[in-house]
C-alpha cells in the first residue's frame, strides 16, 4: 500500500471511531467519556442535512451529477458551502466570547477565553482548507450571530452569563452534528482532518461550557434528540 492509501486508511478509520470516542456523553453537564453516543450511525449518501445555530449545515453526502448519480463534483460543493458556513460559524465563536470575556463572571470568562484560543486557531486552520478549495471566507458576522452579539451586549451579570453560556451550548451541540455528517462525506482528505480535530474540539468545548454552568449555578439547556435516520423520516 502506498502513502497516499494509506493516510486515506488511517483517516477512514478516525472518522468510524470518532462517533464513539468524541460524542458519547448524554448531555453538556455529564462528564465527558460518559453515557452514550448523541448521534446515530454515519447516514448514508442521500440522507437530509442538519441545522444548526449559528448556521453551519449537515451535508448531505452527494450531489446528483449529470448523469443522476451521485458525483463527485456535488460533493466538492458541498464541501464549500460547509468551508463557509463553518467559518461563519467560527468567527461568532470569537467575537461572542471576546465579548464574554469582558463582561462574564470569572468562571464564564475563563471558559469564553477557551473558546476565543481554540477556535481562533481553528479559523486559520481551516482558512487554508478554505484557501485551497477557492471559498472565499466571510469577515463579519451574519445577520443571527449579530442579532446575538446585540443581545448580549445589552445584558450584564448573571443574566449575560446565562445567555451566552445556553447560546454556545446549543451551538456546540448543533455545530458538532453537522461536523459528524460532514466527517462522513467530506471528498477533500485535508477538509476531513480540519472536519474531525473540530469535532475533538467542541466535544472538549461542550465539557467546559458545563464547568462554567455548574461553577455559576446556571442550569443548561438539555441534549438535543438524535436526529431521526433519513429512513424514518421519509415514512
Not at 470569537?94 to 475563563?110: F, N, Q
Not at 446575538?148 to 443574566?159: F, I, M, Q, T, V
Not at 458538532?176 to 480540519?194: C, G, I, K, N, V
Request: hydrophobic share 40%; proline share 7%.
Amino acid at each position: 500500500m502506498n502513502t497516499k492509501n494509506k493516510c486515506g486508511a488511517v483517516i477512514a478509520a478516525a472518522v468510524l471511531l470518532l462517533p464513539a470516542v468524541l460524542v458519547a456523553q448524554t448531555d453538556p453537564s455529564a462528564t465527558p467519556g460518559t453515557g452514550g453516543s448523541p448521534f446515530p450511525q454515519v447516514q448514508q449518501q442521500g440522507s437530509q442535512p442538519g441545522s444548526t445555530v449559528n448556521g453551519t449545515q449537515g451535508q448531505t453526502a452527494s450531489m446528483p451529477d449529470s448523469l443522476g448519480s451521485p458525483g463527485q463534483m456535488g460533493q466538492q460543493l458541498l464541501d464549500k458551502q460547509f468551508v463557509r458556513a463553518a467559518a461563519e460559524d467560527g468567527l461568532a465563536d470569537v467575537k461572542l466570547g471576546t465579548l464574554a470575556v469582558e463582561k462574564g463572571g470569572p468562571d464564564v470568562k475563563e471558559a469564553a477565553q477557551k473558546m476565543v484560543d481554540d477556535h481562533t486557531a481553528m479559523n486559520k486552520e481551516m482558512g487554508t482548507v478554505a484557501d485551497a478549495l477557492g471559498v472565499l471566507l466571510p469577515k463579519k458576522l451574519n445577520k443571527d450571530s449579530q442579532a446575538e452579539y446585540d443581545k448580549l451586549n445589552g445584558l450584564s451579570g448573571k443574566d449575560f452569563d446565562t445567555e451566552y453560556l445556553t447560546f454556545v451550548v446549543k451551538a456546540h451541540w448543533q455545530n458538532l452534528h453537522s461536523y459528524y455528517m460532514e466527517a462522513s462525506a467530506a471528498a477533500d482528505p485535508d477538509l476531513q482532518t480540519q472536519v474531525v480535530k473540530g469535532m475533538g474540539m467542541m466535544h472538549e468545548h461542550l465539557g467546559v461550557i458545563a464547568k462554567a454552568a455548574k461553577a455559576e449555578g446556571i442550569t443548561l439547556p438539555p441534549r438535543p434528540p438524535r436526529p431521526a435516520p433519513a429512513n424514518a423520516a421519509a415514512k
